[in-house]
C-alpha cells in the first residue's frame, strides 16, 4: 500500500505560480511511477504529467507543457508539481498517483496508476 498526501493547493491569480507537493507513505517510494492528474467539474480526469522513478524521466501533458515542471525528491518520499503562467483553464481538482513500471503511453492513462491521493483543489482567477 501507498499512501499520498497532496498539498499546495488554492487560489492564484492568473499568471502567478504554484507549487504542489505529495508525500508518500507506506511502500518503498522508489520503485514507483509518480503522475499528476486534474480534473475540472463536468470533465474527465486529465494527464498532466509523471516522472519515472529515477527522476531524471519526465512526460508532460500537450495542455500544460512548457508551463510545468515535474520533480522528485526520494529522500523525502515527496513528489512536486511546479506551475508558471497559471491560467483560468487550469482551475481544477490536481490528484497524485502512484503506479508501477509502465510504458511511456500507459503512464498517460489514469487507470494505470494504483494508489491516489485525496486532491488538493487549485482555482486561477482572471
Known amino acids: 500500500q501507498v499512501q499520498l498526501v497532496e498539498s499546495g493547493g488554492g487560489l492564484m491569480q492568473a499568471g502567478g505560480s504554484l507549487r504542489l507537493s505529495c508525500v508518500a507513505s507506506?511502500?518503498?517510494?522508489?520503485?514507483?511511477?509518480m503522475g499528476w492528474f486534474r480534473q475540472a467539474p463536468g470533465k474527465e480526469r486529465e494527464f498532466v504529467a509523471a516522472?519515472?522513478?529515477?527522476?531524471?524521466?519526465?512526460y508532460y501533458g500537450d495542455s500544460v507543457k512548457g508551463r510545468i515542471t515535474i520533480s522528485r525528491d526520494n529522500a523525502k518520499n515527496t513528489v512536486y508539481l511546479e506551475m508558471n503562467s497559471l491560467k483560468p483553464e487550469d482551475t481544477a481538482v490536481y490528484y497524485c498517483?502512484?503506479?508501477?513500471?509502465?510504458?511511456?503511453?500507459?503512464?498517460?492513462?489514469?487507470?494505470?496508476?494504483?494508489?491516489w491521493g485525496q486532491g488538493t483543489q487549485v482555482t486561477v482567477s482572471s
Open positions: 498517483a502512484a503506479g508501477g513500471r509502465m510504458l511511456s503511453p500507459a503512464l498517460r492513462v489514469s487507470s494505470e496508476y494504483n494508489y
Open positions: 507506506g511502500r518503498t517510494f522508489r520503485s514507483e511511477t
Open positions: 516522472i519515472r522513478w529515477s527522476g531524471t524521466i519526465t
